[in-house]
């Protein structure tokens, strides 16, 4: 029997090493240390917010269009283009106007910005001798124009207006009284791609569209209703006490459930809920005290305004620049006007990450990453999100992130939880990378850290992978005796 017992010993020898040499060769050590993650007060030039340039168009059966007067593309960033169809103020747009248009959204789609269109009839202030004499015209303009906008739906980020109005600001014209504006509206909201928001002069204009005398709740946000799709554009923003008429005079009396003009604290509060969704902006005129800079930031950033026109009013804007923010963050002595445009829209920065793993045997880890929104708004748009892994020979490894970043509140912090497949990953060291961008455009979306960029993102840490087990407790003994000698 003692030859026999001998063999099974072996055998039992054999498969005991076996096992051990399995679980060995199975058995990872992944080591994480976090980077520093320190804000930058850097301006960001992101999608779909900032500053927005003008230029003016209007449409006719001559020249064709010169896409040399495009500039020459400078990344992500708004265009407004004012459109004017009065020339075809008693007729349909011909084909020539419209493959006129087609041009020149195709010019401006390959400069790679992010389109605001506004279709109207008047420059002057005087719509009602520009617009057509008939409601049926101006909504076939809406569907002639939308089989060309609708193209471009991945650079066309919102329509101001309803087509109406002295300088398409929906007032001063025979149209927006009674259904009028209702049936513009809704036509418009009919007829363009639902990805493509739309925009109102007003908060009173909003709740008669959306027939709601409450701002959009965060059930109903983004389902492709007209509501979820209609934002605001103020170009008395900041104006005066009711900002040029947006908002009821100080001695107006209303009732809270009607659609009416409401007060201007009231109206921002209105903002303040709705604009979380949808967007926000306009231009800020006419030097008064509702623009000095503190006044200032705490009204855009109570209405998440996200854009603004670069270039009106000058006055204010040199009042912005002789003002200081005085704060605790990262841009305290940083002049108005600089903090006012590092904080339009959106601005996400990281602000640390974890890294656990439950044991060796595992075959994930989990890396926890904390980031906060410090713009006046979220983004209205998502972004697609991913971790990247970069091994020292450059190749990367890319972890998608199920998140929505619309939901990335303003001033709010928000947790990213990943789980990294470490069991299938090389022995060696990788970089850890945080990455946005704009599925639509493809632009990247850079983070307000210090050394993120347009091609990596932000540096998250180093995570370091081995299967050597006596290194490992050698490592993990050194770094004990470390912490006890302190």
């Given at each position: 029997?003692?030859?026999?017992?001998?063999?099974?010993?072996?055998?039992?020898?054999?498969?005991?090493?076996?096992?051990?040499?399995?679980?060995?060769?199975?058995?990872?050590?992944?080591?994480?240390?976090?980077?520093?993650?320190?804000?930058?007060?850097?301006?960001?030039?992101?999608?779909?917010?900032?500053?927005?340039?003008?230029?003016g168009?209007?449409?006719?059966d001559?020249?064709?269009?010169?896409?040399?007067?495009?500039?020459?593309?400078?990344?992500?960033?708004?265009?407004?283009?004012?459109?004017?169809?009065?020339?075809?103020?008693?007729?349909?747009?011909?084909?020539?106007?419209?493959?006129?248009?087609?041009?020149?959204?195709?010019?401006?789609?390959?400069?790679?910005?992010?389109?605001i269109?506004?279709?109207?009839?008047?420059?002057?202030?005087?719509?009602?001798?520009?617009?057509?004499?008939?409601?049926?015209?101006?909504?076939?303009?809406?569907?002639?124009?939308?089989?060309?906008?609708?193209?471009?739906?991945?650079?066309v980020?919102?329509?101001?207006?309803?087509?109406?109005?002295?300088?398409?600001?929906?007032?001063?014209?025979?149209?927006?009284?009674?259904?009028?504006?209702?049936?513009?509206?809704?036509?418009?909201?009919?007829?363009?791609?639902?990805?493509?928001?739309?925009?109102?002069?007003?908060?009173?204009?909003?709740r008669?569209i959306?027939?709601?005398?409450?701002?959009?709740?965060?059930?109903?946000?983004?389902?492709?209703?007209?509501?979820?799709?209609?934002?605001l554009?103020?170009?008395?923003?900041?104006g005066?006490?009711?900002?040029?008429?947006?908002?009821?005079?100080?001695?107006?009396?209303?009732?809270?459930?009607?659609?009416?003009?409401?007060?201007?604290?009231?109206?921002?509060?209105?903002?303040?809920?709705?604009?979380?969704?949808?967007?926000?902006?306009g231009?800020?005129?006419?030097?008064?005290?509702?623009?000095?800079?503190?006044?200032?930031?705490?009204?855009?950033?109570?209405?998440?305004?996200?854009?603004?026109?670069?270039?009106?009013?000058?006055?204010?804007?040199?009042?912005?620049k002789?003002?200081?923010?005085?704060?605790?963050?990262?841009?305290?002595?940083?002049?108005?006007?600089?903090?006012?445009?590092?904080?339009?829209?959106?601005?996400?920065?990281?602000?640390?990450?974890?890294?656990?793993?439950?044991?060796?045997?595992?075959?994930?880890?989990?890396?926890?990453?904390?980031?906060?929104?410090?713009?006046?708004?979220?983004?209205?748009?998502?972004?697609?999100?991913?971790?990247?892994?970069?091994?020292?020979?450059?190749?990367?490894?890319?972890?998608?992130?199920?998140?929505?970043?619309r939901?990335?509140?303003?001033?709010?912090?928000t947790?990213?939880?990943?789980?990294?497949?470490?069991?299938?990953?090389?022995?060696?060291?990788?970089q850890?990378?945080?990455?946005?961008?704009?599925?639509?455009?493809?632009?990247?979306?850079?983070?307000?850290?210090?050394?993120?960029?347009?091609?990596?993102?932000?540096?998250?840490?180093?995570?370091?992978v081995?299967?050597d087990?006596?290194?490992?407790?050698?490592?993990?003994?050194?770094?004990?005796?470390?912490?006890?000698?302190?």
């Amino acid at each position: 029997m003692k030859p026999l017992k001998k063999i099974l010993l072996l055998l039992l020898t054999a498969c005991l090493t076996l096992g051990i040499l399995f679980l060995y060769q199975n058995t990872c050590f992944p080591e994480y240390t976090a980077a520093s993650c320190r804000e930058s007060v850097q301006a960001l030039n992101n999608p779909y917010a900032g500053w927005y340039q003008i230029y003016g168009y209007s449409l006719t059966d001559g020249e064709a269009f010169d896409s040399s007067r495009i500039p020459e593309n400078s990344g992500p960033g708004l265009v407004l283009l004012q459109i004017n169809l009065r020339n075809y103020a008693d007729t349909p747009v011909s084909d020539a106007g419209l493959r006129q248009l087609d041009a020149i959204l195709k010019a401006w789609q390959s400069a790679g910005r992010q389109l605001i269109l506004r279709f109207l009839y008047d420059w002057d202030g005087n719509a009602q001798e520009s617009e057509p004499e008939t409601l049926t015209l101006v909504l076939t303009h809406m569907s002639q124009t939308a089989e060309i906008i609708n193209a471009y739906a991945d650079c066309v980020y919102l329509l101001q207006g309803i087509f109406v109005g002295n300088w398409g600001e929906m007032h001063g014209s025979r149209y927006m009284a009674g259904e009028d504006m209702l049936t513009l509206a809704e036509h418009l909201a009919s007829v363009t791609d639902p990805r493509i928001f739309l925009s109102v002069r007003t908060p009173e204009q909003w709740r008669t569209i959306a027939g709601s005398s409450q701002p959009l709740s965060p059930e109903a946000a983004f389902d492709g209703s007209v509501a979820a799709r209609l934002g605001l554009f103020n170009d008395g923003m900041l104006g005066s006490e009711t900002d040029l008429g947006t908002y009821a005079a100080a001695d107006a009396s209303f009732a809270p459930s009607d659609f009416g003009k409401r007060l201007r604290q009231s109206e921002l509060l209105f903002q303040a809920e709705l604009c979380r969704y949808v967007p926000n902006g306009g231009e800020v005129v006419i030097d008064n005290p509702y623009n000095d800079f503190l006044n200032a930031v705490q009204d855009l950033a109570c209405s998440h305004v996200s854009y603004l026109n670069s270039t009106y009013d000058e006055t204010v804007f040199s009042k912005w620049k002789m003002s200081v923010w005085q704060g605790s963050d990262a841009f305290n002595g940083m002049n108005g006007y600089d903090y006012i445009s590092r904080h339009l829209g959106y601005r996400y920065c990281v602000r640390s990450s974890d890294f656990n793993v439950s044991s060796p045997w595992n075959d994930t880890a989990s890396l926890s990453v904390l980031l906060e929104n410090t713009g006046f708004s979220n983004s209205c748009r998502s972004f697609d999100v991913c971790l990247v892994l970069v091994s020292a020979s450059g190749r990367e490894s890319l972890i998608p992130i199920p998140t929505d970043t619309r939901l990335w509140d303003t001033d709010a912090e928000t947790r990213l939880e990943v789980s990294i497949p470490v069991g299938k990953l090389a022995s060696g060291t990788y970089q850890v990378f945080l990455r946005l961008w704009d599925p639509a455009s493809g632009a990247p979306v850079l983070l307000a850290n210090e050394g993120a960029d347009e091609e990596n993102g932000c540096l998250l840490g180093s995570l370091s992978v081995g299967r050597d087990l006596l290194r490992h407790v050698g490592q993990r003994l050194t770094a004990s005796s470390d912490q006890s000698a302190r």
